[in-house]
């Protein structure tokens, strides 16, 4: 490698000039091919110290050497007026070698310097264009959705259509599993996002119910559906209230949802008769989930406790799990749900009482009045008011439409003048089920439900018999419950303190204080 000769320096051998027409010529440009010949020498060394280093040291080279050989070309081939460039060249020379000497005073040559400088610069291009490794490293880009919102009379055909999409798509898509299957059932106001490339539907996003989204997305292997949750918090809620006219109206007028109210009514339906056994200043008051989505309220979740005061009658509720869901149960751990509910239907007055000698309003006839009357609108539900088997669903003149159930201890319900029936002979209900609509049928003045209770065969008041006793708690959990119920207990105190319980069942002639809601931080 040391006996490398650059091209250049043969080359310019090779071309200087023999004849004597020349020497003028020729001795202008002495000095210049003196000092031609030394740069060539120094790159001749330097070219054979930096082919140890690599070919693209060897290439850089290369594209010098021929530049300097097109310079020193042009300088022999310029006639006498052309001598004014040669202090130009010259000095292009100077500025050359000194570049050569400063490097080679640094351990570096000039063209080492000028490759150095090219992977510089190619790798500040480079650097525009993070490595993969760093694109790994950062966090994924937010997906390119595209915001659909359902109008009135929009189909997923229709906005597939808008979006280019295909109808084969479509029928791939709804068809894809059951959670799918919801995508055609649209409603004004619906937000659907998708994300779209060239190749078509990439995602599809939209609501799957209030704690999950539903993403269809396109991998490598077709078309897949999954649930992602939502951000959804829960808070306490707190509410206390006084009835002035009725339950619905204090709650509402307390910020409860119509839900809200019937759940409400429902913890403590076995031991209050809402229908007949409310009076003005009754209290209630209750603690309850909120649930929020993306910091937005969404809806009123479950009742945590609840208390209400009926005609001087404390009643409390606590939510607790044994094992086998949720339920409610009293501060000593019995169940709030009993084997019957004291009235089979739900917000409605009582237009006849048990009465065993009452005018009938359609005889005219003193006769006993076996039952208890709930007048309620025309198609109003009624329950099954304990499990059970249907003995008999039929329709008599006197009774109209009618379903009999017969339940464990002996006992029997009845109820009369149903506008349809639900249920047929021999079929099993459970507490709470509907079996029949309220109907004005049979020997009936207006619409009512006619409801009687057999013990042994005998009528006894439905309203104030006693009912048989759900199972209480296991001994073992006993000590979970009254843990958990403690502070919920202590929380309801607060809102209806016993001051107030008991001056609320003396004081119906007093004006109702305001109802109050209070919202807190759900416990951890």
């Known amino acids: 490698m040391r006996d490398f000769v650059c091209p250049m320096r043969s080359f310019y051998e090779s071309q200087m000039p023999k004849t004597k027409n020349m020497a003028s010529r020729k001795s202008q440009a002495g000095p210049l091919s003196d000092r031609a010949i030394l740069i060539a020498r120094r790159l001749s060394a330097q070219a054979s110290r930096a082919l140890e280093r690599g070919p693209t ?28 460039a040669g202090p130009e060249v010259a000095t292009d020379a100077v500025a050359i070698d000194d570049g050569i000497v400063e490097a080679a005073g640094t351990g570096e040559t000039g063209i080492e310097a000028a490759a150095s400088a090219s992977d510089s610069q190619t790798g500040s291009a480079e650097s525009n264009e993070p490595p993969e490794s760093v694109a790994v490293a950062t966090s994924p880009a937010e997906r390119a959705w595209q915001y659909v919102q359902v109008a009135s009379g929009d189909t997923m055909e229709i906005i597939f259509r808008r979006l ?27 937000e659907i996002a998708f994300e779209l490339d060239n190749d078509g539907l990439k995602a599809l996003r939209t609501e799957f119910d209030d704690e999950n989204w539903l ?33 619905f109206n204090a709650g509402k007028n307390a910020g409860l949802s ?34 929020y989505r993306d910091g937005q309220f969404l809806r009123q979740g479950a009742i945590l406790g609840a208390r209400f005061i009926n005609q001087g009658d404390s009643f409390a509720a606590i939510r607790f799990d044994a094992g086998n869901g949720p339920d409610y149960y009293d501060p000593e751990g019995r169940p709030m ?6 009235a089979p239907i739900n917000f409605t007055r009582v237009s006849s009482n048990f009465n065993p000698r009452r005018l009938h309003p359609v005889t005219r006839r003193v006769r006993p009045h076996n039952g208890t009357d709930y007048a309620a609108p025309t198609g109003t539900p009624v329950w099954a008011a304990g499990d059970g ?20 201890n002996h006992i029997v319900t009845r109820y009369l003048h149903l506008s349809k029936k639900l249920t047929s002979r021999g079929d099993r209900v459970r507490q709470g089920q509907s079996i029949g609509l309220v109907g004005a049928t049979g020997l ?23 009912l048989p006793e759900a199972e209480p ?41 305001k109802s109050r809601a209070q919202t807190t931080t759900a416990p951890k």
């Open 57 to 84: 040291r060897l290439a850089l080279i290369g594209g010098i050497c021929a530049l300097a050989l097109i310079v020193m070309g042009l300088q022999f081939s310029a006639g006498p007026d052309d001598s004014a």
């Open 164 to 190: 280019g999409l295909s109808p084969r798509l479509l029928h791939e898509v709804v068809h894809l599993d059951e959670r799918t299957s919801s995508l055609v059932d649209l409603r004004p106001g619906d």
């Open 215 to 247: 993403f269809v997305e396109r991998s490598e292997d077709g078309l897949a559906s999954r649930l992602e949750a939502r951000n959804l918090e829960v808070r306490v809620a707190e509410v206390e209230a006084e009835i002035t006219s009725s339950l």
């Open 258 to 291: 119509d839900n809200m109210i019937l759940r409400l009514a429902g913890i403590f339906g076995w031991d209050i008769d809402f229908a007949l056994d409310i009076r003005r200043g009754d209290r209630f008051a209750l603690v309850f989930e909120e649930i």
């Open 337 to 342: 749900r009993k084997a019957f509910l004291r």
């Open 389 to 408: 088997t249907v003995i008999e669903a039929g329709y008599t003149r006197a009774n109209g439409n009618y379903i009999f159930l017969k339940h464990g």
């Open 444 to 466: 009936a003045t207006g619409p009512h439900l006619h409801y009687e209770f057999l013990v042994n065969g005998r009528h006894r008041d439905p309203r104030r018999v006693d």
């Open 473 to 513: 708690l296991p001994a073992d959990k006993l000590p979970e419950f009254k843990a958990h119920a403690d502070s919920w207990l202590a929380k309801l105190e607060e809102l209806l303190p016993p001051k107030v319980m008991l001056a609320s069942s003396r004081s119906d002639d007093k004006p109702a204080p």
